[in-house]
């Protein structure tokens, strides 16, 4: 039931593009993702409605394919402040209950 | 500036002593979770409540962990005798849920306990 999460880390120069996969095995209500640093608490980014949206957040921006259980986050022109771990958290009834992929580990060198 | 409040924020004891960390969600929210994070199995939820009533449990060891919310305002969660494999890092999230509404959770700061 877990997601899984490709690739398991990224190594970037600033500046540099990436995009994070997010795939589950069961049907999604909506894909939530979150930045986590270390030593802190994972912070929101964006949620993705059942309905193949796409949403954006600065040059942070996400997509939903439902028919493919499947939700992709694109970073553009990234910047030293986005290194990190990503996650994806997935919820399969609309109840707010998230399961989290393993993380991506991304890395921004200057 | 709201948010999720978790004490202790840092907690070390002796294997076999009670543990117990505390949550106080964001004003207003009705869903409260309990996850717990390590580098093997990651963000793992151990129980979550609703209204105050407890949803699911399932992903929590019964036999040590318990978790309660005496009211609206804190959740409890207790660890007793602790193991050093409970050595975690311990997340409170609260969201506000209503069918549809599509809400996102969030997290506190976490309480990162060690057991030695």
């Known amino acids: 039931q877990q997601p899984v999460q490709s690739p398991q880390a990224v190594i970037l120069r600033e500046g540099e593009d990436a995009v994070i996969n997010c795939s589950s095995s069961k049907a999604l209500y909506s894909v939530h993702w979150y930045r986590q640093k270390h030593g802190e608490a994972p912070v929101f980014l964006m949620i993705?409605?059942?309905?193949?949206e796409q949403k954006g957040h600065e040059k942070i921006s996400a997509s939903f394919n439902e028919k493919k259980q499947q939700s992709s986050l694109y970073l553009t022109a990234s910047q030293l402040s986005y290194s990190g771990t990503y996650f994806c958290g997935t919820d399969h009834q609309g109840a707010q209950k998230l399961v989290f992929g393993q993380g991506t580990r991304l890395t921004i060198n200057p | 500036d709201a948010r999720v409040t978790q004490t202790p924020r840092h907690k070390v004891t002796e294997m076999g002593q009670e543990v117990t960390m505390r949550c106080q969600p964001i004003l207003g929210h009705n869903t409260v979770f309990w996850y717990r994070q390590t580098m093997m199995q990651g963000l793992e939820l151990l129980a979550y409540?609703?209204?105050?009533?407890?949803?699911?449990d399932s992903g929590m060891p019964k036999d040590r962990f318990s978790a309660e919310m005496p009211d609206a305002t804190l959740a409890t969660l207790k660890i007793q005798p602790s193991e050093p494999r409970d050595s975690a890092v311990y997340f409170c999230?609260?969201?506000?849920?209503?069918?549809?509404?599509?809400?996102?959770?969030?997290f506190g700061e976490g309480s990162w306990l060690t057991v030695v």
């Open positions: 993705l409605l059942k309905g193949g």
């Open positions: 999230a609260s969201g506000l849920e209503f069918s549809g509404s599509g809400n996102t959770i969030y």
């Open positions: 409540f609703r209204n105050r009533a407890p949803l699911d």
